[in-house]
């Protein structure tokens, strides 16, 4: 026992003395926050042994020096600091994060440089929301060769000088969004080698001439003034991964590096597609191109040469000036899963695509790869069974807020004669998952709908008095998950649904039901939304049924009778989640109660209803009783009267 405790000891001794020699304690403090203290200076008696001390968020208006030899990282954001002292960071020699957001340091500049030039191992540098100017910060990034990230955004710079970042090569990763930059002179970036990450958003560049960044990885231009975005054709491989040219005045789709990595593009709330058509948009980038590098001849056409060598599996192209669907440009994306076509001018999706130059046959195109197309906000009321046999891999298709009346499923003997049908063929599209047509005005959902699909979700939602054909959900009864028909305005007469095994949620809400079809016993509901119907009281044994499953059902904008809520009662038992139960009421023969207050005490609400109804049922048989005697001693009378007069007459 005692030799037991001997070891201990002396493994605590060794442990202790190792901290000792490299400098560290048990105790030592490695942060202090003072946070929202109102503080005005900072505080004196700081631990000298602190490796993080956050300062944010009070009043200092002057740093005079802080003796912390082991701090690593200072947080002053959100102060009111004006002035630092020359000496203020000299005694810092482990500092690597700084924090000078939202102060005011474009107040002098010259002591505040000579500050921050002591700090040579900084690493991460914020200078954000200071109002700096295009000197200020070139005063500040002096002596900076280890800088790893750097922060301007919201200041006041308008031009980046070639010589900004010439003691600060190292940086990985800059961010200068929200300034009102202009011009950016040639040299600026391209010696930083190890720069990956560039942020230029909300600032006043207009033109991006002649793209040089072979290094960067993320580049956002977004919400400035595009107008269009070339790069010089060449054989250096671009790691160019995620380009964001949203929010700007493009006209054309980017002319992008020959070799290239880019994977993500986004192009939304552009200009692109105000031209006439897709050639003539093609034509005038490669125009462009051309007088931009002092081409003396026109390339046949290097915007799609290029674009068909990137390896681009999403584009947002939303919120554009489409009026027809750029079917040759993006074809060229073998790679592409993600298509956002949303909110553009689409109206018909047709099949006009050029003849092949050496046999003048048409030529199939194919979008091999295309798994989600959203194309939501269109005015779209024809698809080309062209364009539906091109998405061999489609999965997700959104078409809600548009004007698609679907076709009954067709064989492909007959679907040339449906070429000229306004209406759309869902079924050719066989390995859909996911339909959204809500809001599409849709008069009839016509039998085998989407027979040959493997539908998982359909929402119907907001097609006002649509009709839904017997067997419309025929063959995806089977696979149907997620089923959303709300908002309708259709009766129980109208519902019939089939048995449907593998569906899991249910939204029939916003319609005039007043009963659940029974079929959706053999579905395994985890959830259901019948809100906003005529329903005054549910089928006790469907709902047990259901209870196997249900999680979570919605029940508030009905008109339920408290006296004929077994149902209620049932779930309310198996604790099943009401979420809007707060919202619901019922009502008894002479008031409406709020279903929470019901479920509290149910039979204290409905025994007077019964009694009343005994109460009932005994008058109305004293009454008959009254009535019948009343009659039998009136007709007694009767015949005694007549037989008195009888004898009198005699």
Request: aromatic share 8%; with cysteine; hydrophobic share 40%.
């Amino acid at each position: 026992m005692v030799r037991h405790m001997f070891s201990n000891l002396l493994l605590l001794w060794s442990i202790s003395h190792d901290l000792c020699i490299t400098g560290l304690t048990y105790d030592e403090p490695k942060e202090q926050s003072w946070n929202n203290h109102n503080l005005y200076s900072v505080p004196l008696d700081l631990d000298v042994r602190l490796r993080r001390l956050d300062l944010s968020n009070n009043f200092i208006r002057q740093l005079h020096t802080l003796a912390l030899p082991y701090l690593e990282q200072l947080d002053l954001s959100s102060n009111q600091l004006d002035r630092i002292s020359e000496g203020a960071f000299e005694d810092l020699a482990r500092l690597e994060e700084l924090n000078l957001s939202r102060n005011a340091l474009n107040n002098d500049v010259g002591s505040n440089g000579k500050a921050l030039r002591s700090i040579s191992r900084l690493k991460s540098l914020d200078i954000s929301m200071n109002d700096l100017s295009d000197d200020a910060v070139e005063v500040y990034l002096q002596n900076k060769s280890c800088l790893d990230q750097l922060k301007m955004t919201g200041n006041a710079l308008t031009r980046l000088s070639h010589n900004l970042f010439k003691e600060s090569k190292g940086l990985r990763a800059i961010t200068i969004d929200d300034n009102q930059i202009s011009v950016i002179e040639q040299g600026t970036f391209e010696p930083l080698s190890q720069l990956e990450v560039l942020n230029l958003a909300r600032n006043n560049l207009a033109h991006i001439c002649d793209f040089k960044l072979h290094q960067v990885k993320y580049l956002n231009l977004s919400q400035n003034s595009v107008e269009f975005f070339v790069t010089r054709e060449d054989d250096q491989l671009y790691r160019l991964e995620i380009l964001d040219l949203s929010h700007n005045k493009l006209l054309y789709f980017p002319i992008v590096p020959k070799m290239n990595s880019l994977r993500y593009l986004h192009l939304q709330n552009n200009l692109v597609g105000a031209l006439n058509s897709e050639a003539t948009m093609v034509s005038e980038a490669n125009a462009l191109y051309s007088e931009i590098m002092r081409e003396t001849t026109i390339r046949k056409n290097i915007l799609h040469s290029n674009w068909r060598l990137m390896p681009l599996i999403y584009i947002d192209l939303s919120y554009n000036h489409f009026r027809s669907f750029p079917l040759e440009t993006l074809s060229h994306l073998t790679s592409l899963e993600t298509l956002n076509l949303n909110f553009n001018c689409l109206q018909n999706i047709t099949w006009n695509i050029r003849n092949d130059d050496e046999s003048g046959f048409h030529r199939q195109l194919f979008f091999p790869s295309l798994k989600y197309l959203n194309l939501q906000s269109n005015g779209l009321a024809y698809i080309s069974p062209f364009f539906l046999n091109a998405l061999t891999q489609i999965e997700t298709l959104n078409l809600q807020d548009n004007s698609v009346q679907p076709c009954a499923s067709i064989d492909q003997s007959t679907q040339q004669m449906n070429l000229n049908t306004s209406c759309v063929v869902i079924g050719q599209l066989r390995t859909l998952k996911h339909l959204n047509l809500k809001e599409n005005n849709i008069k009839m959902l016509q039998p085998n709908t989407f027979l040959k699909t493997s539908l998982v979700s359909l929402n119907l939602a907001r097609n006002s008095h649509m009709v839904v054909q017997r067997d419309a959900l025929e063959g995806v009864q089977k696979t149907l998950q997620l089923l959303i028909i709300s908002e309708i305005n259709m009766t129980s007469s109208d519902l019939s649904l089939p048995c449907m095994p593998a569906l899991t949620q249910l939204n029939i809400s916003n319609n005039h039901l007043d009963v659940i079809p029974s079929s959706l016993s053999c579905s395994p509901l985890t959830e259901i939304d019948i809100r906003n119907n005529h329903f005054e009281s549910l089928n006790n044994s469907l709902i047990l049924a259901l209870s196997v499953h249900l999680n979570f059902m919605y029940i508030s904008g009905n008109y339920f009778n408290c006296c004929d809520s077994r149902w209620l009662i049932i779930l309310h038992e198996l604790k099943m989640k009401l979420p809007d139960v707060n919202d619901a009421v019922c009502f008894t023969s002479d008031r409406n109660i709020a279903v929470t207050e019901y479920l509290k005490k149910p039979s204290g609400y409905c025994l007077f209803h019964t009694k009343a109804q005994e109460i009932h049922f005994g008058t109305m048989i004293i009454i008959v009783l009254f009535v019948t005697v009343m009659s039998t001693v009136l007709i007694i009378f009767t015949r005694k009267v007549c037989c008195t007069q009888r004898s009198f007459i005699v």
